[in-house]
């Protein structure tokens, strides 16, 4: 029973209260305001339509991803080392050129879900409603300001600068590759060249002294096998000396290409 009563005195108070508004509206005068030369007052924080300062954009992309209906489409190229893109006016370097930038109204829902994200403010709602139209690819906006030329050559430059890079990425590793062959060849030549030392300066020893020994009854003998014995060692000191220096020589060109 008293919930009853509570429901009656819910669903009558509800109905005076909202006939109250109507009364009091209904005998106030009408205005009428004359369009396009009066406007009403907008409120504040209206959402209408959205714009997009470029000078301001970094092709960050985030609007595009904020944007639930996907009316928005950026497209950017990547500046090269010698390009200056200068600054926003917020202080954000600029590192990407941004070709396209192009807003479809006829699928925006006003959400600005697009507007906070942004960290330079480049975009905004601005108080604008009259652009209708009958034809909806008048409703696409597009807000970059790149020419198909301007275009071209920041594609162009992009593609020589990563060829370059390519290039020369090629060059130091085949100029490292150069330097470890030739560290290879000379640290074979040099372990070539003192075995075969060793092996000749042996017998010119065990010659000399069997020449020593013998010498008491052949002195031509001993004589020969001491001439010997000194070619020998000076043949082992030259190709030591070749090998140092065919070394250095391969390791001063190794430098001298990964510097260049």
């Known amino acids: 029973m008293v919930k009853a009563l509570s429901d009656t005195y819910t ?3 509800t109905i005076f209260t909202g006939m109250g508004i109507t009364l009091r509206h209904l005998f106030k005068k009408s205005v009428t305001v004359q369009y396009p030369y009066e406007r009403d007052v907008l409120p504040e924080r209206v959402r209408l339509k959205l714009h997009v300062n470029i000078d301001d954009c970094i ?4 609007c595009e991803r904020a944007c639930p209906v996907e009316c928005i489409d950026i497209g950017t190229i990547k500046s090269t080392d010698d390009d200056d893109l200068g600054e926003t006016s917020t202080g954000h370097k600029k590192k990407l050129w941004v070709d ?10 006003y959400c600005e879900l697009c507007v906070h994200p942004c960290p330079t403010n480049c975009i905004t709602m601005v108080e604008e409603y009259e ?4 034809n909806r690819n008048d409703l696409i906006f597009s807000f970059a300001d790149m020419t198909p030329e301007q275009i071209e050559e920041a594609n162009r430059k992009l593609e020589e600068e990563a060829e370059a890079k390519r290039r020369k990425k090629e060059e130091a590793m085949l100029a490292r590759k150069k330097k470890e062959e030739a560290s290879a060849a000379a640290e074979g030549e040099g ?10 300066s042996t017998p010119a020893g065990s010659g000399d002294a069997a ?3 013998a010498s008491g009854t052949d002195a031509s003998g001993a004589e020969t096998s001491g001439d010997a ?3 020998a060692a000076r043949e082992a000191r030259r190709a030591e000396r070749e090998a140092r220096r065919a070394a250095r020589k391969a390791e001063r060109e190794t430098k001298k290409n990964s510097e260049g």
């Open 191 to 200: 372990g070539e060249k003192a075995p075969k030392a060793d092996s000749d």
């Open 100 to 109: 396209n930038f192009d807003i479809d109204m006829a699928k925006c829902c």
């Open 11 to 13: 669903t009558f108070k």
């Open 229 to 231: 014995d000194s070619d």
């Open 211 to 213: 020449g020593a020994s």
């Open 131 to 134: 652009y209708s139209t009958y």
């Open 59 to 62: 092709g960050c992309r985030l």
